[in-house]
């Protein structure tokens, strides 16, 4: 009796577990010195200008499997280091086009002396400083699929 006793209470406390739940992935900005935000969304929009060429550039990304997937980009124009990927499409002056590119993580730098990143998720566009407020003036910024609990 002795033995079915730690049998029959593993079978009970198995019997009472909720079931799993598929984690729903999330967007997490994150940046030393600031708290990091986490954005229910697994699709975001990141744009910003060129440093040089002063023209617009934007990037369609999406949460896969705990990386980032690059859908597509846009460009306005081109010029130093903005070149349009082979099989770009000109489209009402922008150019459109896709790259297979996978990453961990984004690693973007926020400085005075250059303009700023801005970010669309959750159904709204803002400046990447207003996602991590208190960013300090020089930062480091990194974007990456938040880790679910079953990760840990």
Do not use: N
């Not at 986490?38 to 896969?64: G, N, Q, V, Y």
């Not at 081109?78 to 984004?106: I, T």
Request: aromatic share 6%.
């Amino acid at each position: 009796m002795r033995q079915r006793l730690p049998m029959l209470a593993t079978m009970l406390l198995a019997a009472c577990t909720h079931p799993a739940t598929v984690a729903t992935p999330q967007l997490c900005l994150s940046s030393e010195g600031v708290p990091s935000q986490t954005l229910p969304d697994t699709r975001f929009t990141l744009t910003w200008m060129h440093s040089i060429e002063k023209t617009r550039w934007e990037e369609d990304w999406r949460l896969d499997a705990g990386q980032m997937v690059l859908d597509e980009a846009r460009v306005l124009g081109s010029g130093a280091g903005m070149e349009p990927a082979p099989g770009a499409r000109l489209v009402d002056g922008v150019w459109h086009y896709r790259v297979a590119r996978r990453e961990p993580a984004l690693a973007l730098t926020h400085s005075p002396f250059t303009a700023g990143y801005t970010l669309c998720a959750t159904g709204r566009c803002q400046a990447l400083v207003d996602w991590l407020p208190g960013l300090p003036e020089i930062a480091r910024i990194e974007i990456h699929a938040c880790e679910t609990a079953a990760q840990k």
